[in-house]
């Protein structure tokens, strides 16, 4: 009897702390997801939006750049009137030292963002650095890991918000491999059928899929009966491990298992189990 | 028989040997590859490199199995600390009791070890299968470390066998003190293995000793086992583990009390409730400095790792931290005020309770105050998801500050006041002492509030600085009424303690401190791995797996009442154990 | 000495004075040591 009373006690207290975590507001940590740059296409004013974003997004700037102190409020200040007086102070001593204009803007942004402590805004160093060490993160590195482009975009947002029209190069093919479409919140939904995962990342376009016909790739009628779920797996993620007769390696993608969440492998997975014969 | 003594300590020294001969071998390996080859980085795992077996989530069982093993791990590690102590109490004061005591904690503890070393064993085996690249990664930088931990848990299990099993054949005189060397050899073990394990741990938040661009092991062992958050996390540990020992053991005193119709029996239980209970608050007082240093630590390491930290999502874990550490002084007190009435003398204090709750509710209130929290669900996702904009709470940590230190403060003074309650001064200065205490709380609360207002208008940077003094005042006022009192209290009347003589619902707070002990702990496990985001090893390592991100609260909540539950389903089992040990069938006549 | 003993209320007001050029100095170290402004007006700007 104790041993109930106890027990049911406990258990009480229990479920008033788990209670209580599911009161709070509930936010999921997602890793940052990288953003798809349209080299084509993207313009200056592309580059200034894409910059914003990641000012508060994957770079991580507004937890410190902000009116608690911490560091210059980027946002907050005068940036047409500081990024001058700033390259004009006599103990700056970086690359932009002695230049004017817009370029020498761009190149003491892009120093700050790589190397901080070249120069610290006096008053903001770490402590007891006497204003000569920066405690900000290289941008380039992790955990920030912004990319070349990334850091231009950056730039170019700063800069107009200093009122000066951006001068940071637009990104080229080869800087950006990966890019895809420039609508990333769609294209990062994940996907929540087998046919829409399907869809998502093409698999008709080589394999004979919902009616395509298509012959580039190997028939999948039947994958059940002749492949477990592993090696169903596998053949997506590593396509170059196992190659169907009369099909040459190298001619699927072998980075899916880098661009699909789990759920999606599963989904298609399941979706190919279901191909009749 | 001298030389087998020799003989002995001969085979001690050459096992010695063989536990650092890896670490060495390593080295010179080392300095082979610094002469030529290139360094191997950290690996890159992709997310299909990740062993999916039978559908089981791994995060969620290596998350499971860790923090049992370290619930266990923590219980076991604790009670042989404060065993030792009352040990030498018992010797000292040449009472039976503390160490009667003392070898029953023990007896608990013996039950749990086993099942500690088997959580252990289920976990590592679980790392392994699922995280193979970074186990493998782990034991590059850290090498023959392992095997020595290997070997100091066989040295645990040997001291710890001998401690318990030799009680009663070493109990009085010298044996005495031979028994006691021999529990300080198995804290020193225990505490070593604790060591070692954290360093993993915190190498994954704060890695040294590799390079920090590609994770190549370019340091020694020990220069990846200091690393930066090493000692702010070995000491939070530490204390954190006498506290939560002490709240365990506490709740067995309060079951067999509740269990028991004996009287006699009844008072040692109520004794030893009051003890752990004792021993619960005194390591649970100096935990919120433990913590101020460890985050300083994290601030200084990495502002980024700080703000996930203190900003954003995680802020309102905080919330419910305080939640949590609210109810556990408040239970705390109210089983101390209960305690009050085991002396005629402590009647008379009693009056005084009321306005102690004022304070410590109002406190508890300021705590859990989530006005000044910025951050609603839409605004974090306009923020930009999982990272966060504002600084949020830090903004209001000088008010909580203030408020739980206020709240520290009136605990000690319930625990001081219990600890009058059975004491009559004879000293001639005692009215003229009791004015200079009072003086200090006066004065020292006072400072605590003008330091907290005073980290309400500075700017951020300050914020945390003006902490400093407030924490301060806290320990000026423990340590100087502690000194004041040992002086006071000498030579006075003890008041006759009718132990026993307490009520049932006064024993339910003895179990609301094991329950929130345990949940807590689990929840600052949660917070612990939550700031690596998604990092295996922080900055060097990433984590590509399906698990990569942060669950919500509420599912962590969820999780870790699970383990909690399952965790209490085992002390229930263990708790038996130690009983059915003392029960022996009557023989049919 | 002992007059001033005797009178716990003295001794309270002692103990105040006392205790309060303690916690003051004692504040005042910690800021300065951290380097913080113990200088700055406590009025909000």
Known sequence: MTFARVMIFSLFTLLAFTGFANLVPQVQGDPPVEEKIDVGSIDMAGMVLLGEKLFSGKGTCTLCHNDMGRAPDLLGIDLAKEFPERIADKSYEGIAKGKTGPKAIEEYIMESLVDPSKYVVPGYGKKGSNDKISPMPKADTAPIELSKVEMNAVTAFLQDKAGISPTVPLPSADEAPKATGNDEDEENEPATTGVAAITKYGCATCHDLEGSEADIGPKLNGLAKRMTDA??????????????????????????????????????????KKLPE | MALNHTSKLFALFILAVFVLVPDVAFAAADAAKEAGEALVGAPKPTRADYPMIGGLNARTLAWGFAQMHLFLAAFVLAVPMFSIVMEYIGHLTKDERYDSMAHEFMKITMSAYSLTALFGGTLALTLFLFYPHLMGYLMKVFRGQFLIYALLFLLESVTLYIYYYSWNALRYGNRKWFHMSIGLVLNTVGLSLMFIANAW??????????DPATGAVIGTVWEATRNPLWNPVNLHRFIANIAYGGAIVGGYAAYMFLAEKRAEVKAHYDWMGYTSNFIAIAGFLPLPFAGYWLMAEIYAYSQQMGITAMGGILAWLFIIQAVLIGTIMLAANYYLWCGLMRTDRGAQYAKYVKYIAVVIVGGFLVWVTPHSLILTTDEIRLLGGTHHKFLGPLGIMPAKNTAVNLMLVFTFLSLQMFYR????????????????????????????????LYGYITPTVYKVGASVPQVVSTLSIIVFSVIIDIFMLRGAKSEKVHWGRMSERS?????????????????????????????????????????????????????????????????????????????SQVKPS | MSKILSNKWLVLILALGVWAAYFHTMDWMLMEAQGLPVQMSLMPR
């Open chain 1, 231 to 272: 090696k169903i797996l596998e053949a997506i993620v590593k396509p170059n491990v196992v190659i169907a007769k009369g099909f040459e390696a190298d001619m699927m993608p072998d980075d899916f298992g880098e661009q699909m969440r789990f759920s999606e492998l599963n989904l298609i997975v399941e979706y190919l």
């Open chain 2, 507 to 583: 024993q339910y707070a003895l179990f609301v401190l094991p329950v929130a002990f345990t949940w807590l702990m689990g929840l600052m496990g949660y917070i612990r791995s939550s700031l690596r985001t998604h990092w295996h090893v922080y900055t060097v390592m990433k984590d590509q797996s399906p698990d990569a991100y942060i669950p919500t609260i509420g599912q962590a909540g969820n999780t870790i009442t699970v383990i909690t539950l399952s965790f209490m389903a085992i002390m229930v089992f263990v708790f038996w154990l130690s009983r059915l040990g003392s029960t």
């Open chain 2, 201 to 210: 741990a915190t190498f994954m938040m704060s890695p040294s000793g590799v």
């Open chain 2, 421 to 452: 309650s059975s004491r009559v001064p004879t000293v001639s200065w005692a009215k003229a002492g009791n004015m200079v205490i009072i003086a200090l709380y006066i004065i020292g609360c006072t400072n605590i509030v003008f330091a907290g």
